[in-house]
């Protein structure tokens, strides 16, 4: 082993003391490293048995009351080794040029390098020194010594570093994840660039939008998103010839039943349906009667819906009446309902009927039980569903048919079945047809306009449509059936109400189209110019006389007096002022629904004229008199 000495002469008054420093750190005196005075006004520092991890920055500092001062050294200790390991403290490189004071700079891979944290460069007349930091594996490269004024001239060298022996510093832990949450899995090794494979089971996992795989400093971690059932399991982490399991497991979310099951009565041969309903997906259970699993057949169905079990139950006989539960032993969830079948039969058959087209016809039955709801209408052979003109009406043990107007195609066989019994009958529909069709009208706005019809037989009740809406009767249509005779009176028509109308006795139909080609006012308003206190008279003419308007004056209704009447007369609509003043000037309107016309008034002052009179004046020596005569104009 070998001893390194620094020496340095100190003086001063008073005589200074020293410390000494390695990379800026003051050195504790020790056996091995130590500082005293051989001689006055010198001070050495020993280190012995030196090691590479002795290279350092060397200062001393000397103080007195009057100051102090330093000087700095640098101390390189040559390892006895081609190569350097993993974390080593430190590692050196060394070259020598031919001649002193030379500069020269450091680069590694062809990359220049400058004195930091991570390296220190040192010069000592003709040697000069690099030493690396720290040593990790990003240190193995190739480092080169150049002299700045000729780059040619340059001398390189590699270092070579050996791993750190790999372990396992952080081994994977068992994980409990709620389900849909992410589980979390995190393996430590001892070294940065070492690599590994995550598995789930035997099979190797790949990054996806399922498996997050990451490492960073050594640290690996694997991340599993939208935990479900099937994602439970070991998972391994292997690096070399290590490796890490460690097992996730579901916990699951806390499940609510929304919907028990409900006590059911069904008629033999019906289908039986029993449901239940959770607050999520994916929930586990069985199916139970009476205590004992029920298994899936031909007949008997179970079926998930998203948050819906149903059990379905096809041709339900007696010996399926009982009690049914649905479980979840998972979530400690039981519901139990009670399964009810009854033995119908028909106690009154239905009946064949005749019908006219577009009147009224019902089909009626009674069964043996009251408040059947599983009962079902057919229509040669196809299921008749209920709609606005056909109606199925059960009241207690008699079930109806009922057919609002009839229509020729409803002629045919009807079957009503309830459970396993059924009864049948035919209805007989005699067919309207149109003797006299609607025709097309011509009006004007405000006028009543009649749509008339003549079928060939009485007493059908018709629909009037307009736009595919049902017409009644009120303030704007007037529906009259007479015998075979029907008429549709469209009051006060506007523009808006053009179109096509229908009318539909059965299922045949006939449409005219009304057409409104004119405003509601034939004869407009004409302005007026009258003297003040004359008297001032509006005048228009409407196309309908029944037709109702208003006056309006520059855009406000009218105020109505004694002095300002309106008049109507047949069609024509009057708005008189008796007397008229300044303040009666402006816009005057009639308006009838949607038309609308508009005149002027103007009222003009009156202008007098006044006789003149001439004066003259007489200038005379006596008193003066003045007289006058008119003159005449």
């Known amino acids: ?67 102090e001062t330093s000087s700095h050294a640098f101390l390189l200790v040559q390892a006895r080794r081609d190569q350097c390991k993993e974390k080593d403290t430190m590692a050196t490189f060394e070259c020598e040029t031919n001649e002193p004071f030379v500069k020269v700079k450091w680069l590694k891979n062809n990359v220049d390098i400058f004195s930091g944290d991570k390296y220190r460069m040192h010069s000592d007349r003709k040697v000069h020194f690099l030493s690396v930091l720290v040593i990790d594996m990003k240190d193995d490269a190739e480092y080169t010594c150049a002299v700045i004024e000729d780059e040619h001239i340059r001398t390189t060298a590699r270092l070579n570093v050996e791993g750190a022996p790999l372990s396992m510093v952080k081994r994977l832990e068992n994980i409990e994840v709620p389900e849909t949450y992410s589980g979390e899995f995190e393996v430590e090794v001892s070294r940065e660039d070492a690599e590994g494979v995550w598995y789930f089971e035997d099979n190797e996992l790949t990054p996806s939008n399922k498996h997050v795989i990451s490492s960073r400093r050594g640290r690996h971690s694997l991340s599993v998103k939208d935990v479900k059932k099937e994602d439970q399991g070991k998972y391994t982490f292997t690096t070399g010839e290590f490796k890490s399991s460690a097992s996730l497991k579901m916990k699951l979310r806390p499940v609510t039943l929304l919907q028990p099951l409900s006590d059911i009565t069904v008629c033999e041969g019906d289908i039986s349906q029993l449901e239940v309903r959770f607050s999520q997906e994916d929930v586990e259970g069985a199916w139970m009667k ?101 109606q199925i009406v059960p009241k207690g043990s008699k079930q109806r048919l009922v057919f609002n107007r009839t229509f020729a195609s409803d002629e045919g066989t009807y079957k009503l079945c309830v459970g396993k019994a059924d009864s049948s009958c035919k ?51 007037k529906i009259v059936a007479k015998g075979k005779s029907h008429s549709m009176t469209v009051i006060n028509a506007m523009k808006d109400e053009e179109g096509q109308y229908t009318f539909a006795p059965g299922e045949q139909t006939c449409s005219a189209m009304l057409i409104v080609s004119g405003g509601a006012i034939s004869r407009p308003l004409q302005d ?46 009057r708005l008189v002022i008796a007397i008229t003043k300044p303040q009666d000037i402006g816009e005057y309107t009639y308006q009838v629904a949607n038309s609308k016309t508009t005149a002027n008034l103007k ?22 008199s003045v007289w006058s005569s008119p003159m005449r104009m």
């Open 528 to 573: 007026l110019i009258v003297a003040d206190s004359q008297t001032a008279e509006f005048e228009c003419e409407v196309a309908n006389p029944s037709a109702l308007g208003k006056w309006l004056k520059d855009g406000h209704h009218c105020d109505f007096s004694e002095n300002v009447r309106s008049e109507d007369d047949g069609a024509v609509r």
């Open 427 to 477: 209805l007989i529909v005699q067919k309207i047809s149109i003797l006299k069709p609607m025709e097309d009208q011509v009006c004007t706005e405000t006028q009543n306009v009649t749509f008339t019809v003549e079928v060939s037989h009485p007493g059908i009740d018709g629909v009037w449509t307009f736009r595919k809406q049902h017409l009644k009767n009120g303030p704007k249509y």
């Open 1 to 67: 082993m070998e001893e390194v000495h620094f020496r340095v002469r100190v003086t001063g008054r008073p005589d200074p003391e020293c410390q000494w420093f390695k990379n800026g750190i003051l050195l504790e005196k020790t056996d091995r490293v130590y500082s005293y005075w051989p001689e006055d006004h010198v001070c050495e520092l020993v280190i012995r048995d030196v090691t590479a991890e002795d290279s350092a920055s060397i200062m001393v500092k000397a103080m007195n009351i009057a100051g």
């Open 603 to 624: 009222v003009e002052a009156v202008k007098v004229k006044k006789t003149l009179k001439t004066k003259l004046l007489l200038r005379l020596r006596r008193p003066c």
């Open 290 to 390: 009476n205590g004992v699993a029920i298994e899936a057949s031909d007949r008997v169905h179970m079926v998930i819906d998203k948050l819906v079990h149903k059990l379905l139950i096809e041709d339900t006989g007696r010996l399926d009446g009982g009690m049914y539960s649905f479980v979840v032993p998972a979530q400690d969830i039981s519901t139990t309902a009670k399964l009810t079948v009854q033995t119908i039969s028909i106690m009154t058959p239905l009946k064949d009927i005749t019908s006219i087209e577009g009147t009224k016809a019902v089909m009626e039955a009674k069964i043996s039980a009251a408040d059947v709801a599983s009962v079902k209408w057919f229509h040669d052979g196809k299921i008749l569903m209920p709609s606005e003109r056909i």
